[in-house]
């Protein structure tokens, strides 16, 4: 099962693709955390992303391209994956067909939430971690998730139209409490 999980910031990605790689025992492949990874361990990939990302802005394309077709490669995601934040540009989709070297995609699973429901998720997560005494993400702030949110609306979006005319794309209600967000999703996949 080959599968990714699109959607604006705040909608869940990272939290359902945790839940289906679970449920369908496969790998989740995130961007975002091997993007955080790169940027803790001073790789040079991660000192390029590290502003970009506290900005709310698009890592450059190529960057992004070398660290998934890195993971895909791994020997378990043979028998398949959960790709959380991947793709996030046309370009970027364009490369997976040829990252995915003859095999396809089984659905693209979209997350839909209203924009002051993401901005109550990040904020509410931010506040979390500082009663938690942990680490806030740099782009978990009120001014970077408008840059999240617009360089969703235009460089993410026109991907549900790209995989709607292959015939891949479920749209499922993500504003719903987590676990039955997770049921709709395991639906929509059957
Ligand atoms: P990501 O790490 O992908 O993060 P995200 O889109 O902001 O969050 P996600 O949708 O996963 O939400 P989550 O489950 O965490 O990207 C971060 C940055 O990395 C990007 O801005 C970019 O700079 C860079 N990047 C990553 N991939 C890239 C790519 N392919 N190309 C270029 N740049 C790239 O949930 C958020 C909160 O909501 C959590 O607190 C969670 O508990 C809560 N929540 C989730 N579902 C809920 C529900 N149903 N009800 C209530 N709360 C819920």
Redesign the pocket.
Known sequence: MRLVLL?P???????QAFKLSQILAIPQL????M?RAAVAAGTPIGRQAAK??ER????PDPL?LEVIAERVAQPDAERGFIL??????VV?AESLDEILNGHKLDRVLELKVDEDQLLD??L??ATQARVNGEAVRA?DNEKALNA?LR?YADQTRPLTHYYGTKGLLRTVD?S???DR?TAELVEAIQ
Request: cysteine-free; hydrophobic content about 40%.
């Open positions: 959607g910031p705040g909608a869940g990605k990272g939290t995130s961007t975002g955390d993007l970009i990302m709310g802005a698009l890592v992004v959380d934040g991947f793709p996030r540009t970027q998720r990040i509410g997560r782009d999240r360089a993500a719903l409490p987590i967000v």
